[in-house]
RNA sequence: CGGUGAUUAGCGCAGCUUGGUAGCGCACUUGGUUUGGGUCCAAGGGGUCGCAAGUUCGAAUCUUGCAUCACCGACCA
């Protein structure tokens, strides 16, 4: 490709909307141009990278066995009806009508279809296992669309299923695939992890996200410093404190103070204090049991995920108003305690493990001293209701919990069978009787892995793409070759040789200064650059810069082709 | 959805307080100059100032409404 027949569109001044480095370098480079809250095009260049993810990614699911096939974008209602996702999905589906005013939704992902496909097309357990996938533009209507393609409402995804007669062949096609985006990570030249996850609304028993280490990641990954340890903090486990709880040794005292003043003022510990969350219970019927007291240690903040996951707390986590605190114990939210409440107290295991603690008094700015659980609360539930911090002992037993951002870009569950449940998806088992099939279900971002890619590897000249993935393999920067015959003669020349042997190369033969062209390939990340200047031209060379290391080297004409033989 | 802020040329911004129908830098066009790291000089083209209504002789500027975009938003009890 020329540059004088390229949409190049590279952009010198950083457009104030992006905020991440990736969507400013993927603006400035002409990667994309926003259409829309969430909603982009893909200029030529961006595009070539996006093919070439989606192309190692489509290799290495054939590799496993996948099959490719292709799903509408647009899906009728009445097949998310059927799978009871309509309602539980929410506003983050997309819902249309079309001129007959029938019901549709655009999808942000394709369990729904798949499944009524097999149950359609499958009726004997010959045919299992079955591995199917696509590579799909979905839609989710995102609350707050961000960072660019990393968090779009349009983005394009390879989503992958299978269909098993046993859940013991659904294990091994699991690990299979979890094999399968090892390689493909692997083939990106991405710094990533598989970490251990909450199966999340899609429900299902194992699950593992597949994670690009990068600061400006949405994701807190806890590891282990002793071992291969890795969980999404959502779901990684807060073990008890080892060791025995201290005997009780003060008396239970009221102080008339706040207990965020109590703390402020005197050398009260945050550690040896608990803070009391009331939050919306799952009982309607009984007013106590509307609400529900989660405890946590004052420096520990409250999982989510996990609290959610209990079955007396409502999910989702909804946190009681101040009106209903001041209905049920009279004072404000800041000065709720565990002792003497009327509602079920959930313990956190950390908290528990506290003796001689301070906390809110349940009345307006007063708090206790010297609580001790069994004294002085009668009946708790303990649990694991925290986030792990830096420093916990790692669940896995070895080593201590290290926190890193992580950015996701892959997620494989064990489905089992809900779906095929609910969309009667079985066939015949060998004694001739109907068996409801288990799913596993796996998806990668592909528009998002180019993001990640750029947060993970860029400088302030811009993008260095990994080989695997660079738009162009190399650039023949000409010096001065409006001037120069020869120069513009070697350049051309190289350049159809390089085309005959297909290579990927971009001839920059716009009539710019050579500073020009440097900061748009660096900006862009072609990995290697070939000068062609009569400086060393004599000598029948042209110079080589490596975008990655920014080394210099002069190589032989005739030796270039020798660059791209693999 | 709530809070905050923004919306003036393709991009980045000034002008608004103190109403008199627009300006800077980059980019673009033309001519010259320069040519191994974003040259320099000159001359140009391009904007119904997000939309609608109001106040006024007169609105980018004041008022109201709407739209779009962006940032922040669990807990921190």
């Known amino acids: 490709m020329r540059t004088s027949q390229y949409l190049l569109s590279t952009l010198k001044e950083t457009p104030a909307s992006a905020e991440v480095i990736s969507h400013q370098l993927m603006l400035r480079a002409g990667l994309v141009r926003n259409v829309a809250s969430g909603l982009y095009t893909w200029l030529p260049t961006g595009l070539k990278v996006l093919k070439k993810v989606e192309n190692i990614v489509r290799e290495e699911m054939q590799r ?74 979905k839609f989710r209507d995102e ?28 294990e091994k096609t699991y690990q299979k695939m979890f094999d399968a985006y090892c390689r493909i990570f692997d083939r990106l030249g991405l710094d990533y992890r598989p970490v ?33 340890f890795a969980a999404n903090v959502e779901k990684a486990e807060a073990l008890a404190p080892s060791g025995e709880r201290e005997e009780p040794s003060k008396d239970i005292e009221l102080v008339e103070l706040k207990l965020e003043r109590l703390i402020k003022t005197t050398d009260t510990p945050l550690n040896a204090s608990v803070k009391t969350l009331l939050v919306q219970g799952t009982a309607t019927d009984d007013e106590s049991e509307k609400f529900v007291a989660l405890v946590l240690r004052g420096d520990h903040q409250l999982n989510e995920v996990k609290a959610e996951n209990l079955p007396s707390v409502a999910s989702p986590l ?54 001790n ?12 209701i925290r986030n792990v911090v830096e420093g916990d002992p790692s669940p896995c037993g070895k080593g201590n919990i290290v926190i890193k951002r992580g950015i996701e870009v892959g997620h ?45 590897n860029h400088d302030k000249y811009g993008i260095k793409w990994p080989k695997a993935i660079a738009p162009f393999q190399a650039a023949i920067v000409p010096m001065n070759m409006a001037k120069s015959a020869r120069v513009k003669e070697t350049a051309e ?16 033969d716009r009539k710019e200064r050579p500073g020009v062209m440097f900061a748009d390939h660096e900006l862009m ?26 080394e210099k080297t002069l190589i032989a004409i005739e030796d270039v082709k020798a660059l791209f033989s693999n």
């Open 143 to 170: 609350i707050r669309p961000r960072f660019g393609v990393m968090r779009g409402r349009e983005f394009l995804m390879k989503d992958a299923y299978t269909f098993h007669l046993e859940h013991e062949c659904l």
């Open 493 to 508: 020349s190289l350049y159809e040789q390089l085309l005959q042997d297909g290579v990927e190369v971009l001839f920059d």
């Open 318 to 371: 909804t946190l009681a108003t101040e009106e209903q605190i001041s209905a049920l114990v009279n004072c404000h939210s800041t000065s709720l305690g565990p002792k003497g409440l009327s509602v079920e107290v959930i313990v956190d295991r950390s908290a528990a493990h506290l003796s001689d603690f301070t906390c809110g008094a349940n009345e307006n700015n007063r708090s206790y001293t010297g609580v």
């Open 373 to 384: 659980w069994q004294r002085d609360c009668g009946d708790i539930t303990v649990a694991d």
């Open 412 to 456: 494989i569950f064990q489905l089992g069978q809900k779906y095929a449940e609910a969309m009667n998806c079985a066939v015949l088992n060998e004694g001739g009787k109907n068996q409801t099939l288990t799913m596993g279900c796996y998806g990668i971002g592909v528009s998002r892995i180019v993001a990640a890619a750029i947060e993970q």
């Open 525 to 550: 990340g072609t990995p290697l650059l070939l000068i062609v200047g009569e400086r060393n031209l004599d000598e029948k060379k042209v110079e080589l810069k490596n975008r990655i290391t920014g």
């Open 196 to 228: 251990i996850a909450d199966t999340g609304s899609i429900g299902g028993d194992a699950s593992h996200e597949f994670h690009v280490l990068a600061d400006s990641g949405e994701d807190d990954i806890a590891f282990s410093d002793a071992s291969d």
């Open 64 to 137: 496993a066995g996948s099959n490719e096939v292709l799903m509408p974008m647009v899906q009728p209602a009445d097949l998310w009806e059927e799978s009871g996702r309509l309602n539980d999905y929410g506003p983050e589906l997309l819902r249309l009508n079309d001129r007959h005013n029938r019901d549709f939704v655009l999808g942000p992902t394709h369990e729904e279809v798949i499944t009524k496909l097999v149950a359609n097309e499958l009726s004997s357990y010959k045919q299992l296992p079955l591995n199917v996938f696509q590579i799909q533009t």
